[in-house]
């Protein structure tokens, strides 16, 4: 199991870890932590020296009831940050948490490899035409509504059923547009309640008939802290053991704040299922 990155081959047969650089003044967990070069390169050495394989950058809050940010706001946080990124560590694969596709198309022309979208396309309808168009790897992500409205979209019959329906019919139209490397996330904490994201996780595995690799975003979410009363700050022990289950599940990705940790989570978890 392979996505081509602008031809370099990375197989996910062994998961591997995305790190976090949000370079938003309000993400719910590091929200306004690196506001100069100087911080943002030392977080991406310190991902990329702890094991990271991509840098996932984001600079549009998609928490709940998050506040709207323009489209030109978002390009001028985020392309200045790959160029930076680039300067230093130009071997780096950077993945663009976005779901707007002319900052997809300026992100990809000045180097992103990736892009991250929560609404798999649907909050704008040229997205899947831009990534066809630069054929770059796709994530696409389960939710309902925006991140304004997600919350009060929770109603499902069988929510398992219904987001591997959304899937197959995103995957097709993507296929039908000559999109390649497709990967599934199924949207922890996006439209649905805590009650639900533990269903979804708990059956996580059915996602394994999509053939399709499977990314799992639990880092530090309200899921594990409310759960455990305690804070987003505090929530590292708790997403470890969420993200050991999401290897056991199959998934394939690790989207993570602590990359150190969840690639001790994969070296355990490799070490157990070697043969």
């Keep these: 199991m392979t996505i081509n990155c602008k031809g370099q081959l990375i197989d996910l047969t062994t998961p591997k870890v995305m790190g976090i650089l949000n370079v938003t003044p309000n993400s719910f967990f590091d929200g306004g932590k690196y506001k100069n070069d100087s911080e943002i390169l030392s977080r991406v050495e310190k991902m990329l020296n702890d094991g990271a394989t991509f840098i996932d950058i984001g600079a549009y809050s ?10 030109v706001e978002e390009l001028q946080r985020i392309v200045p940050i790959i160029q930076l990124i680039l300067e230093h560590f130009p071997e780096t694969l950077i993945s663009i948490d976005t779901f707007r596709s002319e900052v997809a198309k300026a992100c990809i022309e000045n180097g992103a490899d990736i892009i991250n979208d929560i609404s798999a396309g649907i909050l704008d309808d040229k997205m899947l035409e831009t990534i066809a168009k630069y054929n770059v790897p796709y994530i696409m992500m389960h939710m309902r509504g925006t991140p304004q409205t997600m ?5 499902y019959d069988n929510i398992v059923k219904e987001i591997l329906f959304y899937f197959s019919e995103r995957i097709a139209l993507a296929r039908s547009l000559g999109i390649n490397d497709l990967i ?7 439209a649905k309640t805590l009650e639900q994201n533990y269903e979804v996780l708990q059956k996580m595995e059915l996602f394994e008939m999509l053939e399709l690799p499977l990314l799992a975003g639990v880092s530090r979410k309200s899921m ?7 804070s987003a700050d505090e929530a590292l022990n708790g997403t470890t053991v969420l993200n050991t289950i999401a290897l056991t599940k199959g998934a394939k990705i ?21 043969k």
């Design 224 to 230: 594990i802290y409310k759960t455990l009363n305690s």
């Design 151 to 155: 919350q009060t979209m929770t109603n």
């Design 254 to 274: 690790l989207r993570v704040h602590d990359v150190k940790e969840a690639m001790e989570c994969v070296t355990l978890f490799n070490k157990i299922n070697a």
């Design 62 to 71: 998609s928490k709940p009831s998050a506040e709207f940010v323009s489209e």
């Design 184 to 190: 599934v996330d199924p949207g922890f904490g996006f």
